[in-house]
């Protein structure tokens, strides 16, 4: 790859895209379940998970679930995907936090820190 490709190959992956919106960590044991939001949800499992595995996650409680029933117990849903072109970073963060309180009432679910 020349100097021309890779720099235009990395102004492609800056400019990109990334699905901003709400997800939720579900534990089939118990039933509890955890809504966050997001500003990069392609990466927010992986995230999770490596904290969780590391038993430095933040939550305590979805920590303690965790090392109660395992991995195979949980499962990450994406909720919902906000359509935001056009909307600034105060606007978006602003609609993130009412998408994010309204799912956490309707599923009766905790916050998800960190």
């Known amino acids: 790859m020349d100097n021309q490709s890779r720099r235009q190959a990395i102004r492609d ?43 430095g996650h933040p939550n305590p409680s979805l920590r303690a679930a965790w090392a109660a029933h395992g991995e195979a117990a949980f499962a990450f849903d994406i909720l919902e995907t906000l359509e935001g072109e056009g909307l600034g970073p105060y606007a978006r963060g602003n609609l993130l936090k009412d ?3 309204h799912w956490r009432s309707a599923l009766g679910a905790a916050k998800i820190v960190g």
């Open 13 to 55: 992956y800056k400019d990109r895209e990334v699905p901003v919106g709400i997800y939720a960590v579900r534990c089939a044991v118990t039933g509890e379940a955890w809504v966050g939001q997001s500003q990069n949800l392609p990466q927010q499992q992986n995230r999770i998970w490596f904290g969780l595995r590391q038993g």
């Open 99 to 101: 998408r994010d309180a």
